[in-house]
């Protein structure tokens, strides 16, 4: 096993697991996808550490909980005038971990954890945005090393040239770290490549199911709704045809480095932030979807495929649940870079799962958190807490996913499930007990923002 190989991550926005070829979609063209997951290991139970843009992305960048590094709810775009919002100054991240290490870095697409035109620590190489993420298509400002870029056109390619660029540009006598975030499966459900919408015409989106809103999930509130079938048809398309784009670009990025020769000395490693409803429960979007908010298996399951030459076996399929906090702490490892402990990460290295080599004993439950809600997912339970907060008191959940697979029937005050309530409760309060600071704790805030995040305190600063 090498000592520092290089580390390319591709972190996508609103990607479900269920939208990929390799997770057994039907109608999905997604060959890069399927190439890592036979030539690496495909996690079918990574989940995200919370079901919305920021807090998932900053959980990844800093191994943290929303409740530990205090960015609670997607960070609002574009930049309001004097309310630039903090994002994770001050904090430590995995940019800045692995060039203490040896890595040259670099940042290419999205990045979502706070407001600036300014590359941020840990970064050698930065292009992202600087303040508003849409159009896919159209006219749109960039941050190049902080000198902003007007640009026309589609963006996604635009990202992929940049991390070509800096492949082609890099020291190759010190390993890389090359973070690409796309967007294209995030809304809106438009201008995506006709030559890949057309093909998703036709199709019948056979995988997801026909079903209606289920009242237990409070209201539909922050889903995006169509005029017609027609419309939703459209916008599957868009969605469907996102993920080839995404698919094809990543395509060129790992060609560009077998071509140089350095694809068997690279980690790859795929997955999103969060996941995404296209109709499931009778819903659009993520864990924003409702009010209050929801931890539906489609908001908080994300496709994780890890690709590395030898070093971890073809086709491996590994059922464990983790998240991108453990994410964070197996590159690190992987890097030969050490976990500092003032960080107090929840997550713990899945190297050896990934290997194969030896046992590794493994948590038994997800356990994520969303403004004021908080969630153990066990393999066939799930427990949904909720504190209250100034945009009111909103009831628990809990489901019983042997019976009710599809979270339809709300068993919180079924006297049959008190016991194993009361046992799920538990490592779910010892979790948040060991690792959330009080300060930024999302414990006591709103459940949802009134209006847009940047009137509430979605941002806690010790």
């Not at 690279?266 to 924003?288: E, I």
Request: charged share 25%; proline share 7%; hydrophobic share 30%.
């Amino acid at each position: 096993m090498p000592d520092q190989p290089n580390i390319l991550v591709f972190l996508t926005d609103d990607h479900g697991q269920w939208a990929s070829h390799c997770y057994g979609n039907t109608e999905i063209h997604s060959p890069t996808m399927d190439y890592l997951a036979a030539t690496g290991a495909r996690m079918t139970r990574a989940f995200t550490p919370c079901p919305v843009c920021s807090p998932a992305r900053a959980s990844f960048f800093t191994g943290r909980l929303p409740s530990q590094h205090g960015i609670h709810d997607w960070i609002h775009e574009p930049i309001d005038v004097g309310r630039a919002h903090p994002g994770l100054k001050g904090q430590t991240n995995i940019g800045e971990l692995l060039q203490s290490a040896g890595y040259q870095t670099a940042l290419i697409g999205k990045w979502h954890c706070g407001h600036s035109w300014d590359p941020q620590p840990g970064f050698d190489r930065w292009f992202s945005y600087g303040d508003f993420q849409f159009p896919h298509k159209g006219r749109i400002k960039f941050s190049d090393q902080g000198g902003i870029i007007d640009f026309d056109g589609y963006q996604t390619p635009v990202f992929t040239d940049h991390a070509i660029d800096f492949l082609r540009r890099r020291n190759r006598s010190k390993p890389f770290f090359l973070f690409v975030g796309y967007v294209d499966t995030h809304a809106p459900y438009r201008d995506r490549p006709e030559r890949l919408v057309e093909r998703y015409r036709a199709c019948h989106f056979r995988d997801i199911p026909k079903e209606t809103f289920a009242p237990c999930h409070g209201r539909d509130s922050f889903a995006w709704r169509f005029d017609s079938e027609d419309a939703e048809r459209e916008a599957l398309a868009q969605y469907y045809a996102a993920v080839s784009f995404i698919d094809e670009q990543m395509g060129r990025i790992l060609d560009e480095l077998d071509n140089s020769g350095a694809l068997e000395e690279t980690l790859v490693v795929y997955t999103s932030d969060h996941g995404h409803m296209n109709g499931h429960h009778g819903l659009n979007t993520k864990g924003n979807a409702t009010t209050p908010q929801n931890f539906l298996d489609e908001s908080i399951l994300v496709p994780c495929l890890l690709s590395w030459n030898e070093h971890i076996p073809s086709r491996r399929v590994i059922g464990a649940p983790v998240d991108h906090t453990d994410l964070f702490c197996t590159l690190l490892e992987i890097a030969g870079a050490e976990v500092p402990k003032d960080i107090n990460t929840p997550g713990k290295s899945y190297l050896r799962l990934l290997t194969g080599e030896g046992d590794q004993q493994w948590k038994d439950a997800y356990i994520g958190e969303y403004g004021n809600a908080r969630c153990i997912r066990s393999e066939s339970l799930k427990l949904i807490r909720r504190y209250p907060g100034p945009n009111g008191t909103y009831p628990d959940e809990f489901y019983d996913l042997a019976e009710d697979p599809r979270e339809r029937e709300n068993r919180i005050g079924d006297p049959r499930y008190a016991d194993a309530i009361a046992e799920l409760s538990k490592p779910m309060e010892a979790h948040f007990d060991r690792y959330e600071i009080r300060e930024r704790s999302g414990k006591d805030i709103a459940s949802q923002p009134r209006t847009s995040n940047n009137a509430e305190p979605w941002h806690r600063e010790v």
